[in-house]
């Protein structure tokens, strides 16, 4: 199976991974555009949930709790933080765009969460990654310090002609506090639209191997393995990573290969 998701250039439903499509146990994830006044609901009985309002403004209703015209970004490059919404298991969320909306929902297989809850931009940790062409700018949305049952959430924009995720890492031994095992996806975005991004994911032993040209709106699963980025010259990147797994914390382990950069 290809770890390349398509996503579709127009209609409301870009692209729907799910732990069954993906072959994986913990990550899910689907975008949508919403035009003005347009709603859609979520539900989603057996998982947590978490709404990230990637560009627009909408209404969201859920818990008994109605957030409006939340949402300050015209487009995922805007330097600022998006806002978000957490649903745990069972709860019903109703939203309305105020204005056209893309909106991403991020969810994982769990028996209880916390409470729904607002994630205002001012509560997110953002900070630049990296040097010199290695350079990229990372945003914590649901980071393990903030209450959850699975889920972590972050997105970066990387600059034209820059790497990321990189020197490459992996995430998918369970040897706490070295390394956790989390399942990921990569939501890619490109400014302009028509650009394009390459991502390897690969293991030690090479029983995965895919280099892959990503598109405006295409997914990449990582089930395990390294995941380095490389952007070419004229287009910026951005992605939105969801990462589950059994336990709730980020360790990653560098490919020893090319960790030497980082000693420099």
């Not at 035009?35 to 998982?47: S, Y």
């Not at 956790?180 to 390897?200: C, D, I, N, V, W």
Request: aromatic share 8%; with cysteine.
């Amino acid at each position: 199976m290809s770890l390349l998701v398509k996503g579709r250039r127009d209609g409301r439903d870009i692209v729907r991974v799910t732990p069954q499509s993906a072959g994986w146990s913990y990550v899910g994830f689907t975008a949508h555009r919403l035009a003005a006044a347009e709603a859609m609901r979520v539900a989603l009985p057996d998982a947590e949930a978490c709404i990230v309002v990637l560009s627009g403004k909408v209404t969201i209703e859920a818990g008994g709790q109605t957030w409006r015209d939340v949402g300050e970004r015209g487009s995922v490059f805007d330097d600022r933080a998006p806002y978000a919404v957490y649903l745990p298991p069972g709860e019903t969320a109703r939203i309305v765009a105020k204005t056209a909306a893309e909106i991403g929902i991020d969810s994982a297989p769990a028996a209880a969460g916390p409470p729904a809850r607002l994630i205002e931009p001012g509560s997110m940790k953002r900070f630049k990654r990296g040097e010199g062409s290695n350079t990229r700018y990372v945003c914590d949305i649901l980071p393990q310090t903030e209450p959850a049952s699975h889920l972590l959430l972050v997105e970066v924009v990387t600059p034209a002609g820059h790497s990321s995720s990189y020197p490459p890492h992996k995430h998918d031994t369970d040897n706490l506090p070295a390394e956790s095992s989390l399942e990921e996806t990569y939501y890619h975005r490109l400014k302009p639209a028509q650009g394009f991004a390459f991502q390897r994911v690969y293991t030690d032993d090479r029983s995965i191997d895919e280099a892959l040209a990503v598109e405006d709106h295409d997914v990449v699963l990582v089930p395990r393995g390294y995941h380095p980025v490389v952007v070419p010259h004229g287009y910026d990147s951005y992605y939105l990573n969801v990462m589950a797994g059994p336990k709730r914390e980020w360790h990653f382990k560098n490919d020893p290969a090319h960790e030497w950069m980082l000693k420099r």
